[in-house]
């Protein structure tokens, strides 16, 4: 049976029926957002999920190993039983396997026009940051975690669970997707020196980052600025300021190419 999802409420319905009549697999061809309002809408179903990598950056597949390429990870359906659980990041009943976060990436992604993903791919976020760069000002965040509070002047303020971006060797952090947690890490300036330094920070791999600071470790996060700010996950734009973000262990299983 074969769904597009145009409609959420619909595809939601299509999917407990498809569950309620035996189905357990379930094959998702799309990016990173896609996997995710799928994985939502299965969310606490015994099953397992497949992915066709066919977004933009599609960076949970490249971290579960998944082939890129269409025909080999179709392939890679049909030929393993192998299956990985992975946590996912919940905002408001949805879940992101990646990131989420607030200030220039935010914004930018609130930027961030549909034609243009579609065109230009990973151009299209590098335009969107350029169109936003006005906007990145140091801000004052208060953060509650696991019952600590804090009071953050970031930049750029972002809760990984993936601790990768654009490919799985370009670390953000030491996250990891099935532990549990989620890293709490910041940019304190968005001026381009510093973005500058974050950015080499992410490419050049360092072990003592120069600019991206670590705050903590936690399982429960609530961002909140004086200031309305968007919040972006997994490069969609979910919600504002203030906002709770909880990491959801073993949210959701994946099948893994076979070791």
């Known amino acids: 049976r074969i769904h597009y999802m145009t409609n959420e409420a619909i595809l939601q319905t299509q999917l407990e029926r498809a569950y309620n009549d035996g ?11 896609t996997v995710s309002l799928l994985a939502t809408s299965l969310r606490d179903k015994d099953c397992s ?18 082939p890129l390429g269409v025909r080999k990870s179709l392939e890679l359906l049909l030929n393993s039983e192998r299956t990985r659980s992975v946590d996912a990041l919940d905002i408001k009943g949805r879940l992101f396997f990646l990131n989420a976060s607030a200030g220039l990436s935010s914004f930018s992604i609130s930027d961030l026009r549909t034609t243009e993903k579609s065109y230009f791919k990973l151009l299209a976020y590098v335009i969107a940051v350029i169109r936003s760069m006005r906007k990145a000002r140091t801000r004052t965040f208060t953060l509650t975690y696991d019952g600590q509070t804090v009071t953050v002047n970031a930049a ?9 971006i654009w490919m799985p060797r370009y670390r953000t952090s030491d996250a990891c997707i ?6 709490i890490c910041y940019v304190s300036k968005g001026s381009p ?6 950015i080499l920070d992410v490419f050049l791999v360092r072990k003592r980052r120069h600019t991206i600071r670590h705050i903590a470790s936690a399982r429960s996060i609530t961002i909140d600025c004086a200031e309305q700010v968007p919040i972006q996950a ?5 919600a504002h300021t203030p906002a709770t973000v909880r990491v959801i262990p073993a ?3 994946f099948i893994v190419p076979i070791e």
Request: no cysteine; charged share 20%.
């Open 23 to 33: 189905f357990r697999t379930f094959i998702v061809a799309g990016g990173d957002g």
């Open 49 to 66: 999920i497949g992915i066709v990598p066919i977004g933009t950056t599609n960076m949970l597949a490249q971290l579960l190993g998944i």
């Open 156 to 164: 750029e303020l972002f809760v990984d669970n993936a601790g990768a």
């Open 178 to 183: 099935d532990d549990g947690l989620a890293e």
């Open 193 to 198: 020196i510093e973005l500058g330094k974050a």
């Open 234 to 238: 997994d490069g969609d734009a979910v």
């Open 251 to 253: 949210a959701a299983r």
